[in-house]
């Protein structure tokens, strides 16, 4: 149980376009979702947090209008990257905390590698 | 400012022996802490956690321990196994579900 999925796995894009991707929670409903971006050989940074039905919340520094999150239902949340740059590749990584008995714990998703060409 | 630490970035271990990954923080106010496997291109994978009420949790070969008046945390495993190497993670929980995540330490055993 407790499987997130990211879709895509891995995107190249032109500079200037957006790039959508995907978290879902296969097995379990997310009231709250997460975005991390992750840097080479660095720690895991938390860019927002999203709960279902409402605004993300984004962490300071980062971007509102620029990385738009969508949390639509229990079981999917998505990131938008507007007007990518090659300063934007990294690797994207979702998480979802799950209702009740598993309210502790964050299960990540496989990540999505993005470059900017 | 990096409330969460894991000062040693890379640990070699032979295969059979026993890792012990550690992780410090400085807000007092944590009260429950995870530690996380992350192979690379994958998300990380939860391992084992621990609350403040406790000083010791144990799953399998996982064991972590958390020393509350040194604001102090390790992961041991034992024994280690080569499909451990892998980049760990410790995380403290602030809040209802934000984590803060330390650097990573990366673990290889040797065979």
């Known amino acids: 149980g407790a499987v997130v999925s990211q879709h895509p796995s891995w995107v190249i894009c032109k500079s200037g376009t957006s790039v959508k991707i995907e978290c879902r929670s296969l097995d379990f409903q997310a009231t709250t979702m997460f975005w991390y971006r992750q840097f080479p050989k660095q720690s895991l940074m938390l860019m927002a947090t999203s709960n279902e039905g409402s605004k993300a919340t984004y962490e300071q520094g980062v971007e509102k209008d620029k990385f738009l999150i969508n949390h639509a239902s229990l079981t999917l949340s998505t990131l938008t990257v507007t007007s990518a740059h090659p300063e934007d590749s990294s690797f994207y990584i979702c998480?979802?905390?799950?209702?009740?008995?598993?309210?502790?714990?964050?299960?990540f998703g496989p990540g999505t590698r993005l470059t900017v060409l | 400012d990096q409330q969460v630490k894991q000062n040693s970035p890379s640990l070699s271990v032979q295969e059979g022996r026993i890792s012990i990954l550690n992780c410090d923080y400085t807000n007092s106010m944590f009260d429950y802490f995870l530690w996380y496997k992350k192979y690379p291109a994958e998300g990380p994978t939860f391992l084992i956690s621990i609350s403040s009420i406790k000083d010791k949790n144990e799953d399998g070969r996982f064991t972590v321990f958390l020393n509350k008046s040194a604001k102090h945390l390790s992961l041991h495993i034992v024994p280690s196994q080569p499909g451990d190497s892998a980049v760990y993670f410790c995380?403290?929980?602030?809040?209802?579900?934000?984590?803060?995540f330390g650097t990573g330490t990366r673990l290889k055993v040797l065979a």
């Open positions: 995380a403290a929980k602030e809040g209802t579900y934000k984590y803060i």
């Open positions: 998480s979802a905390a799950g209702t009740s008995g598993m309210a502790d714990t964050q299960y």
